[in-house]
């Protein structure tokens, strides 16, 4: 079998006496679909946070096609072909939504600070390319009609959809969904699930999706990892996790009982 | 034209270019900066010195004033915007003085309070005009293009822009370097229209002015500081035969923007076509807005 995209091994993380991720230890294969589940506070964010370099990890390594970028900063985690969605909102909400996918887009169409400047040289192609490269994402995720609207002012689940849009921009093979159908309705995570499973396979992604919506992760994910207190507590098919006693007791048991 | 008319008219223009500059780093990167006279301190100081002393032509010494202000900017800028937020506001107030202060102190380089005087009066209408339309000109296409959504990231969200793969830290210090640019060319063009110099010009006074007007004329909207310097600079003339109660009026005119257009004159618009346009679909969504209601 060919080397994981993407490998994490015995990862630790304090912050303070809080021991929030704990010789964590999975890997993803190139092309997998994989979900990362856990209640609230298991530490699924800050995997994702040591992942994209926003926090270094006191311990343990990320090997990210065989390169170890436990120690990188995160525009150089990112140049490597991670990207990433936020659980709470980081759009750029006085920018359009077109102006928010061309702030990514714009790193495969560069142009130097004189052509910037002078609008000369590069400049005309290669904003063409960035507009046109934006609007063709927005469109994918249904966004086309709302691309001169302000980020801030649109519905939540269009800024969520946004979002996506604008971590695709980074054209990644390794994406991060943190919690893409947080306060979404059951319909909107129907559709946010065709989105998803679209996504994945048409850009050729390697996907690693948070969520609390058991529908999102059961349906789509063939590969679960779940997390609590920091720790991984089970690795597996939907159908391994529904049946662990140790998930169940955690996590699924309560919303059981709900 | 009459002088009197065609010294204010200078005048605007030179803040214009100054507010810009600031207009860039507050309004554009998100970095309040409360020490942006002292950048056209160096700039004006520059100019002056290589003019008279040196006898450099006048052209060459602006465009020199201009890039020591962009170096010191820059030297200055990569240890202290580390500091995020607030904290990089005050830590200007101290840069800004600091540089009056030396002017003031290195008595044998720039006679110190005494003033610095014999400079060519070589800033005239058109050299003015010329330099703030050059300078506008440059500063929108730089804004309308990859730097401009750099630097409104960095803005916006700077986590978000880093995880975008933006070196947040590097944009950061290149807004403040050019930024120090316009200052230092609009203190060149000072040198050279009031032809005498004093470092208490520079003082925290013409700071919060800098800033003042690119709050007051939005953030975000070059043409809002363009408009914010005009104001103030007419305001300021009007009012010159009550000039003791000028701070008096300044102050209620910043409380009437503050109360009327809490996001400054121009908000984020700039004036040009997308503004007709904006106003124009802004009147139908409130009309369909109309129907459903």
New interface residues.
């Given amino acids: 079998m060919a080397d994981p995209i993407l490998r994490l091994e015995n990862l630790n993380k304090h912050f303070g006496g809080v021991h929030a991720v704990k010789d964590i230890t999975f890997s993803l294969e190139q092309g997998e679909l994989a979900g990362l589940i856990g209640p609230n506070g298991a530490g699924k964010t800050t995997v994702f946070n040591l992942i994209?370099g926003?926090y270094s990890p006191d311990a343990g390594s990320i090997v990210f096609k065989g390169e170890d970028i436990a120690s990188r900063?995160?525009?150089e985690v990112?140049?490597r072909g991670v990207?990433?969605t936020?659980q709470n909102l980081?759009?750029?909400?006085?920018?359009t939504a077109l102006?928010n996918v061309?702030?990514?887009c714009?790193?495969h169409f560069?142009?130097n600070?004189f052509e910037?400047?002078?609008?000369m040289g590069r400049?005309r192609n290669?904003?063409k390319s960035?507009k046109k490269m934006s609007l063709d994402l927005l469109e994918r995720v249904g966004l086309l009609e709302v691309a001169e609207q302000a980020a801030g002012t649109l519905p939540y689940g269009h800024q969520r959809r946004l979002e996506i849009a604008?971590a695709l921009a980074?054209q990644p093979e390794l994406l991060l969904l943190d919690e893409p159908a947080a306060g979404m309705n059951p319909e909107e995570v129907h559709v946010l699930n065709g989105l998803i499973l679209n996504i994945h396979r048409d850009f050729n992604l390697t996907t690693l999706v948070i969520e609390h919506h058991m529908e999102v992760i059961m349906e789509i994910c063939p590969h679960i990892i779940c997390m609590n207190f920091g720790e991984k507590i089970a690795e597996g098919d939907p159908e391994h996790i529904q049946n662990n006693p140790e998930i169940l007791k955690a996590y699924l048991g309560e919303e059981v009982e709900e | 034209m009459s002088g009197y008319l065609e010294g204010i008219i200078i005048l605007i223009c030179i803040n214009s270019i100054a507010a810009m500059g600031v207009s860039l780093l507050t309004g554009f990167t998100g970095i309040f900066t409360l020490g942006h006279a002292g950048y056209m301190a160096i700039g004006a100081y520059t100019a002056a010195i290589l003019t008279v002393r040196h006898h450099v032509p006048w052209l060459v010494a602006v465009l020199a004033a201009g890039t020591l202000a962009m170096v010191i900017a820059y030297l200055i800028g990569v240890p202290t915007l580390k500091l995020m937020g607030d904290y990089f506001a005050i830590a200007s107030i101290g840069l800004g003085e600091t540089i009056r202060l030396i002017l003031e102190n290195w008595q044998s380089f720039t006679r110190g309070a005494r003033g610095f005087p014999g400079i060519a009066n070589y800033t005239t209408l058109p050299v003015a005009a010329a330099f703030f339309l050059g300078m506008l000109i440059l500063m929108r296409f730089l804004i309308n293009g990859n730097y401009g959504r750099a630097f409104k990231a960095c803005r916006d969200d700077f986590v978000a822009a880093s995880l975008l793969g933006f070196k947040t830290a590097h944009y950061r210090v290149l807004s403040l370097a050019i930024s120090g640019f316009y200052c230092g060319i609009a203190g060149g063009l000072m040198a050279g229209f009031l032809t005498y110099l004093q470092p208490i010009m520079f003082d925290m006074q013409k700071s919060t002015e800098l800033t003042a007007v690119v709050v007051f004329g939005g953030l975000g909207s070059l043409s809002g500081s363009i408009i914010g310097t005009a104001v103030l600079g007419i305001v300021t003339e009007v009012f010159r035969p009550i000039s003791q109660y000028r701070m008096l009026i300044y102050g209620a005119i910043m409380v009437i923007i503050m109360v009327a257009r809490p996001e400054g004159i121009m908000g984020q618009h700039e004036i040009g076509p997308k503004l007709l346009r904006s106003l124009f679909s802004r009147k139908t969504v409130n009309e369909v807005d109309g129907t459903h209601g």
């Fill in positions: 994209t926003v900063k995160t525009y990112v140049s990207a990433r936020f980081r759009l750029f909400p006085r920018s102006e061309m702030t990514a714009q790193q560069r142009y600070f910037a400047l002078t609008h400049w290669n904003e960035i604008r980074l």
